[in-house]
């Protein structure tokens, strides 16, 4: 069965730190993964995703991902953390069917803190 | 653009009592989905359209929930009768059979409390 587990529930930078969000996947085949963001009041917001092309991943907003098969790992980071980045994030794999259609399996998420 | 449109953004309700939330998908999204994001948890999906049939509906608690979506466009998300536990955000997405990995746009979700 396809699952995600997302390690920690709270992160907290200081704004310039690095950033890392840390995801561990569990799938029978070779998954398709994602990383969502969600801002408070706001829509969830795809930030990148992997889909066994290249396995360091960049999205928007300076994130990047890399997906390590022997570690069934995908965790998130960013070199310097701002302001804006406080969110909540969540990791996704997707189930897929016939016809195209992918089930998301969404993590619990991580909140992230940034402070000044 | 517009994205997904979803109403109310907020709702507060007595339990027995029901609810309706109104989603407006992308324009040219044929697949709807609504999801149910619990406080501190990810989003777990209740029900998938395509177009207008509902091909994915095995999450949804039938008793008390229901959904439609009459001509393949919007969709309408009840709750008859609410009940405390339901208080919750209610997210709904669309995506586009045969775009790149049929991605998932969300709306900014309802809000429901029930008292």
């Known amino acids: 069965a396809q699952s995600v587990t997302q390690l920690d529930s709270h992160v907290s930078v200081s704004e310039g730190t690095p950033v890392l969000l840390r995801c561990n996947y569990s799938s029978s085949y070779s998954p398709s993964l994602f990383w969502y963001v969600q801002h408070p009041n706001k829509g969830l917001q795809l930030l990148l995703k992997y889909t066994s092309a290249a396995t360091l991943v960049k999205g928007i907003n300076g994130f990047e991902a890399e997906f390590k098969k022997s570690e069934t790992s995908f965790h998130l980071t960013k070199p310097s953390a701002h302001m804006s980045d406080a969110a909540e994030y969540f990791c996704?794999?997707?189930?897929?069917?016939?016809?195209?259609?992918?089930?998301?399996?969404f993590g619990a998420g991580t909140r992230l803190a940034v402070h000044p | 653009e517009a994205g997904v449109v979803q109403s109310p953004r907020y709702k507060i309700i007595e339990k027995k009592q029901p609810v309706a939330f109104w989603c407006n998908p992308i324009s040219g999204h044929n697949t709807l989905y609504w999801y149910l994001q619990n406080l501190g948890q990810g989003p777990e999906l209740l029900i998938r359209?395509?177009?207008?049939?509902?091909?994915?509906d095995s999450q949804l608690p039938k008793d008390r929930f229901s959904a439609e979506r009459l001509k393949g466009v919007d969709s309408t998300l009840k709750i008859q009768p609410a009940e405390l536990g339901d208080s919750a955000v209610y997210l709904c997405?669309?995506?586009?059979?045969?775009?790149?990995?049929?991605?998932?746009?969300f709306g900014p979700g309802t809000r429901l409390t029930v008292l």
């Open positions: 996704v794999v997707s189930l897929m069917f016939s016809g195209g259609y992918n089930k998301l399996i």
């Open positions: 997405a669309s995506s586009r059979q045969g775009s790149e990995n049929n991605e998932q746009f």
């Open positions: 359209y395509e177009n207008e049939e509902a091909v994915d």
